[in-house]
């Protein structure tokens, strides 16, 4: 197939002017480098594109692809993730990934909480705010946990993100509003193990690859999965591969992940994030329908080397899944 790539290099935008935080969840040229690199070794022919801003003008002189790979995260309006997918639905070209439905309703926790607890899936109690008004309506017990309502990649979070009394909560909650202001969700603190659950495929045909438990060193920030954690993960962080054969807390998250995967309507690949509380029961915390794919920095590329599971054989899965959802090749 010919396939076009789509995509947000941190480099541009930095060199435009914004800033670290605010560029976090944008992808390093290796990343790039290492999916055109598999989609070739598989037998791809491949055609760079880059931000939203360059497919426009492609598309607009009659460029098109049989498969776009698309991992653009968007940078303005509470739907930025969207936008690709949006504009190449429009253009009835088919792409790897979530649609623009799922991928809006995903980077808002607080309504992808609302479909997970529909669903009848677990996860913490929870609040949004939209402005510090809003700190008068938290009836939530102490401990709490806050960050972000609409980022990924750990952005706001820090070792203040867990707050035990009234006077952090609202200092965290307004500083973050100050930072952030989509919104803010406060939900109860969990105390348990962390997990990322990696997954392929779509619908019915949707499995769990493996299972990573994060277990923080004692030179990261404490207590949380923090942006500076994760930016420096090689040195403050273990990822545990973790099995549920012979682990019951780790077949219930699985379970979990699967059925809020499924739920959500989330496609070809990603990672679903939990977290136990202190009796040992798994809670879904978010989703990550675009998750990131350095060969070597990136949580479910880390968890398939763990597994035994080479780069291209994951991007061969994630491509494999969408070609067969779009008719671009016939089940087996």
């Not at 605010?22 to 594109?49: K, Q, W």
């Not at 991928?103 to 997970?116: E, N, Q, R, V």
Request: proline letters at 5%; a negative charge.
């Amino acid at each position: 197939m010919h396939l076009g790539l789509t995509y947000d290099l941190r480099a541009d935008y930095l060199a435009a002017g914004y800033g670290l935080e605010e560029t976090a969840e944008f992808d390093r040229p290796d990343t790039i480098d290492g999916i055109e690199t598999a989609l070739i070794a598989l037998g791809h022919t491949t055609d760079r594109i880059g931000s939203i801003t360059a497919l426009v003008p492609r598309l607009a002189v009659g460029d098109r692809w049989d498969l776009v790979f698309n991992i653009a995260e968007g940078m303005h309006g509470a739907a930025r993730e969207a936008q690709v997918p949006a504009l190449l639905d429009a253009y009835r070209i088919a792409y790897t990934f979530s649609d623009p439905l799922t991928l809006a309703l995903s980077l808002d926790k607080g309504l992808t909480k609302l479909a997970i607890r529909h669903a009848g899936l677990p996860t913490p109690d929870f609040a949004v705010l939209r402005e510090p008004a809003d700190l008068k309506r938290i009836d939530l017990p102490l401990p709490l946990f806050a960050k972000p309502l609409a980022e990924g990649t750990g952005k706001g979070i820090t070792a203040a993100s867990k707050i035990d009394d009234a006077a952090a909560l609202a200092a965290v909650c307004t500083d973050l509003l100050g930072r952030f202001p989509e919104g803010v969700l406060v939900e109860t603190f969990l105390s348990g193990r962390e997990f990322t659950v990696g997954i392929v495929g779509t619908g019915d045909e949707a499995r769990v690859l493996g299972t990573l438990e994060i277990i923080l060193r004692d030179t990261a920030e404490p207590g949380v999965y923090s942006m500076n954690n994760k930016e420096y993960c090689e040195e403050h962080v273990d990822y545990r591969l973790v099995t549920p054969d012979a682990d019951p807390e780790v077949a219930r998250t699985e379970a979990i992940a699967l059925a809020a995967w499924r739920a959500l309507g989330c496609r070809d690949g990603g990672r679903v994030d939990l977290r136990s509380d202190a009796a040992g029961r798994p809670q879904f915390l978010e989703v990550n329908p675009l998750a990131g794919l350095h060969p070597e920095h990136s949580d479910l590329p880390m968890l398939c080397t763990a597994l035994g599971i080479g780069y291209v054989e994951l991007i061969d899965a994630i491509v494999s899944s969408a070609a067969v959802r779009v008719g671009q090749v016939k089940r087996k």
